[in-house]
């Protein structure tokens, strides 16, 4: 009784850190932004507690749901680049060799360099003025002159952010499908090529199914840092055309700071927070089907 107890006393001591941690940057942050979202909130004036008003603002605030709805768009259009691309990279270098390895690390270079500082460098590749895309494209001869990427149209925007992000995160997810991979036992290979299947048939029916829960995961990980995504758009766009391209965090950021709108923020921040909680229980179920 006495071990069972210290262990237990260990183990809580162990784990106080964490806890600790969890409740000073996760828990209180969240209950903080909970009690701003129930009071009309300003820097230049005291809190007035109003309720739920803000939550019936943000139901019926339309341009919110236009940067809502754009962050969806932006998210569906994204993560199947993300996800195929980068297990497909992974399945190219999986396999330990010089080549492979320097591949990998070329491929994961831009994962360590900031997204401000990524976003800022995109923004000059596409300039219509003196941006190396633009210049490549009129060498090939694809187009007859510059093309503006940037803040015209809403589709071209999206775009060009999306291959500046994807340029910038893929090797995350490749680095995570390679540790998985290589985690599938060499036996099963070995046995499913004895039994004579080739190498689309071990992919799909050995390596995929032994590495699902992986890649639902890194879908996790890359719809949520979709969802939030504020510095590629601030940087590259900041909303335009006529905030077409405003994401929700970019939508949240405008009320929060320049108009002083804390606690609409805050309730437009727990829409959100609420939006990924749901992607989150989607994953979890996935994966607790996947080891069924």
Same mark, same amino acid.
């Given at each position: 009784?006495?071990?069972?107890?210290?262990?237990?006393?260990? %183990? !809580?001591?162990?784990? /106080?850190?964490?806890?600790?941690?969890?409740?000073?940057?996760? $828990?209180?942050? @969240? +209950?903080?932004? &909970?009690?701003?979202?129930?009071?009309?909130?300003?820097?230049?004036?005291?809190?007035?507690?109003?309720?739920?008003?803000?939550?019936?603002?943000?139901?019926?605030?339309?341009?919110?749901?236009?940067?809502?709805?754009?962050?969806?768009k932006?998210?569906?259009?994204?993560?199947?680049?993300?996800?195929?691309?980068?297990?497909?990279?992974?399945?190219?270098?999986?396999?330990?060799?010089?080549?492979?390895?320097?591949?990998?690390?070329?491929?994961?270079?831009?994962?360590?360099?900031?997204?401000?500082?990524?976003?800022?460098?995109?923004?000059?590749l596409?300039?219509?003025?003196? %941006? !190396?895309?633009?210049? /490549?494209?009129?060498?090939?001869?694809?187009?007859?002159?510059? $093309?503006?990427? @940037? +803040?015209v149209? &809403?589709?071209?925007?999206?775009?060009?952010?999306s291959a500046?992000?994807?340029?910038?995160?893929?090797?995350f997810?490749?680095?995570?499908?390679?540790?998985?991979?290589?985690?599938?036992?060499?036996?099963?290979?070995?046995?499913?090529?004895?039994?004579?299947?080739?190498?689309?048939?071990?992919?799909?029916?050995?390596?995929?199914?032994?590495?699902?829960?992986?890649?639902?995961?890194?879908?996790?990980?890359?719809?949520?840092?979709?969802?939030?995504?504020?510095?590629q758009?601030?940087?590259?766009?900041?909303?335009?055309?006529?905030?077409?391209?405003?994401?929700?965090?970019?939508?949240?950021?405008?009320?929060?700071?320049?108009?002083?709108?804390?606690?609409?923020?805050?309730?437009?921040?727990?829409?959100?927070?609420?939006?990924?909680?749901?992607?989150?229980?989607?994953?979890?179920?996935?994966t607790?089907?996947?080891?069924?």
């Amino acid at each position: 009784m006495y071990r069972s107890t210290r262990g237990r006393l260990v %183990g !809580l001591a162990y784990l /106080a850190p964490a806890l600790v941690f969890v409740l000073l940057f996760t $828990v209180y942050p @969240l +209950g903080r932004m &909970a009690w701003m979202s129930l009071h009309n909130w300003s820097l230049l004036t005291p809190p007035v507690f109003v309720g739920f008003d803000n939550y019936e603002r943000v139901f019926g605030d339309r341009q919110f749901w236009v940067s809502f709805l754009f962050t969806l768009k932006y998210t569906a259009l994204i993560t199947p680049v993300l996800i195929v691309g980068g297990y497909l990279l992974a399945l190219l270098t999986a396999h330990n060799s010089p080549l492979r390895k320097v591949t990998r690390t070329v491929v994961f270079i831009p994962v360590v360099i900031g997204l401000g500082v990524s976003s800022l460098l995109w923004y000059w590749l596409f300039s219509a003025d003196f %941006g !190396l895309v633009n210049r /490549a494209l009129m060498d090939l001869g694809l187009v007859d002159k510059p $093309v503006l990427w @940037l +803040g015209v149209d &809403a589709d071209m925007s999206n775009l060009a952010i999306s291959a500046s992000v994807v340029w910038k995160v893929i090797g995350f997810g490749m680095i995570l499908f390679v540790g998985a991979i290589q985690a599938v036992p060499t036996e099963v290979n070995e046995a499913s090529m004895v039994d004579g299947a080739g190498y689309g048939q071990r992919v799909t029916r050995v390596i995929l199914p032994l590495t699902l829960r992986t890649v639902l995961l890194v879908t996790l990980i890359s719809v949520i840092g979709s969802l939030l995504a504020f510095d590629q758009f601030y940087i590259m766009t900041a909303g335009q055309p006529q905030n077409e391209t405003a994401t929700s965090v970019f939508y949240v950021y405008l009320n929060s700071f320049p108009y002083l709108k804390l606690g609409y923020g805050a309730a437009l921040s727990m829409v959100l927070a609420l939006t990924i909680l749901a992607f989150t229980v989607v994953q979890l179920l996935l994966t607790r089907r996947s080891e069924v």
